[in-house]
């Protein structure tokens, strides 16, 4: 059911957003790209991936609501044993998309700002996915994973 939420809320998002770029990623890693003006020209190294950018070398103002749902988030990772069930892991995936839903219903921003956010939150959904693999070993990659990317947060945003 949560699934189905976000993959809802992303689509009217991807619809309602004008310019819409991508996070890149390679072996089903995050790979950030600073810039330092949003108006360089985009790097073009596919269709399939996208980049968040910095506002004029500065970061972009979040909403209070989606820092808070963020710090959320990085305190559910850091609280989770490494070492858990697959049981766990699925119940850690609910919380961790609850908060990431509710991201998204409270998010105010609007314009260029708006869309950074979409380009730095799409690329949890895969890794959410991960957390519930029958293999222990991709679950806790993952996990990793997550734990580095939420810490990337405060590079793009204040």
């Known amino acids: 059911m949560n699934k189905a939420i976000i993959i809802f809320l992303l689509f009217i998002s991807v619809i309602s957003c004008k310019n819409e770029v991508k996070t890149t990623k390679k072996d089903n890693s995050v ?21 968040i950018t910095l506002n004029h070398g500065k970061k972009w103002q979040a909403n209070p609501e989606t820092t808070s749902g963020i710090k959320n988030m990085q305190e559910i990772v850091n609280a989770f044993s490494n070492n858990s069930s697959l049981e766990d892991y699925q119940e850690f995936k609910t919380k961790l998309e609850a908060e990431f839903t509710t991201i998204f219903q409270k998010c105010t921003m609007k314009g260029e700002a708006h869309e950074q956010l979409h380009n730095y939150l799409k690329p949890m959904i895969p890794i959410f996915e991960g957390l519930v693999s029958n293999q222990t070993e991709t679950r806790q990659e993952n996990l990793n994973k997550l734990k580095k990317y939420l810490a990337t947060y405060s590079t793009y945003f204040i």
Request: no cysteine.
């Open 31 to 51: 790979v950030f790209s600073e810039r330092k003006d949003e108006t360089q020209e985009k790097d073009h190294h596919g269709e399939n991936e996208e980049t």
